[in-house]
């Protein structure tokens, strides 16, 4: 309950606290003021967690797919983290109290190869502290190569099904890894390949046009047919051999290299040194260790570690002006200029409103 409320205050912030389906209203109501209602449904995860983390299992491995101890104590820490964006008052000490359980637990440690978080069969990993455990026949739904991949890459991995020609990288972010950087070997660029090695040809270009991803993107609305094959694609899970549009690939919700991350940044939030826990990650992928940290530094080290496991958009917002420019979540990317802060906090959809008309919208919708 409380992993689903943490996400609700992350995206709406303002929403009706129900924890008794028996005896609850059937249509509840959010606060009518945004910023104390934010404020409750922080202080409900909160208490949740503080008051179910020591009673549930410490075994990860047995507790596989479901909370742990060690999974609730993260999520106190995500909420820690972002504290300020969600009531206006940090709580960095508390981030590093949470983080420093886990740490110290002994329980969880880097893999030596980042793609074994990653991998078909990634259960085992040492790093995973919550996964969704996706099955390609039991718990469909993880489609990433369907996602990202050009139609013609079916014919690279003898996939099932075509891909759908969809996510890509911005250029930006592709060309702001190192080339030495390991974690950059998980994009596909350059000319594309069959299994067998021959060309994969996209006669809707050009007749006999070899198939080649472009790091470069040339603009929002892109008129050339050129267009299908700009954007480096996601290669950083494993795509097996033969699959069908569901990966087997589990999903790491929660990973260690985060709380490492994470450590880093709110003993540097405090005044405090936490180089050496931005260096354990930054080495494992082949780096050159920071010497000190800016507030940039752990933002993109945030970035290079953690792309495609849904933690951007919140770290964006988190250090939203604290440096300006590139650090800043409401400057849109093709023009220079803030949004209105209310973007930080998605509307409440229509429908939901329209089916319960004691929902306020949140500001600014």
């Not at 740490?103 to 030596?112: E, N, Q």
């Not at 792309?307 to 919140?314: L, V």
């Not at 988190?318 to 849109?332: K, Q, V």
């Amino acid at each position: 309950r409380a992993f689903y409320y943490f996400f609700l205050l992350d995206n709406f912030g303002n929403v009706p606290i129900v924890d008794d389906f028996e005896n609850a209203a059937a249509q509840p109501a959010n606060n009518a003021d945004f910023d104390a209602g934010r404020q409750q449904v922080f202080e409900f995860v909160e208490s949740e967690l503080l008051a179910t983390a020591d009673l549930i299992s410490e075994d990860p491995s047995a507790s596989y797919g479901r909370f742990n101890k060690y999974a609730a104590h993260f999520l106190l820490a995500k909420l820690y983290m972002n504290a300020e964006v969600y009531t206006g008052t940090e709580r960095w000490a508390d981030a590093q109290e949470q983080l420093e359980i886990i740490v110290d637990s002994g329980v969880f440690s880097l893999t030596a190869d980042y793609f074994d978080n990653f991998a078909t069969n990634n259960s085992g990993s040492s790093e995973i502290i919550f996964a969704i455990p996706y099955d390609s026949v039991f718990l469909q739904g993880f489609q990433m190569h369907q996602m990202t991949l050009h139609y013609g890459s079916q014919r690279t991995f003898d996939f099932q099904e075509q891909p759908w020609n969809g996510y890509t990288s911005l250029q930006a972010f592709y060309e702001s890894f190192d080339d030495n950087d390991a974690r950059k070997q998980g994009f596909l660029v350059g000319e594309q390949f069959d299994i067998n090695g021959e060309p994969i040809i996209d006669n809707e270009i050009a007749e006999g046009h070899h198939l080649t991803f472009t790091p470069e993107i040339d603009a929002i609305r892109m008129q050339s047919a050129l267009s299908r094959q700009q954007g480096a694609r996601f290669n950083k899970f494993e795509y097996a051999i033969g699959a069908t549009p569901h990966l087997n690939n589990d999903f790491p919700v929660f990973r260690y290299a985060d709380v490492l991350l994470m450590l880093g940044e709110a003993l540097h939030r405090q005044g405090q040194d936490g180089t050496m826990f931005v260096n354990m990650v930054r080495q494992r992928a082949e780096m050159e260790p920071f010497g000190s940290l800016t507030d940039e530094d752990i933002l993109a080290e945030r970035g290079r570690e953690l792309y495609t496991e849904i933690w951007r958009r919140q770290d964006l917002i988190r250090f939203d002006g604290n440096e300006g420019g590139e650090t800043a979540f409401n400057d849109p990317w093709w023009e220079k200029g803030i949004s209105p802060e209310t973007q930080n906090v998605y509307p409440i959809p229509f429908n939901q409103i329209e089916n319960n008309p004691n929902l306020n919208q949140n500001p600014g919708y």
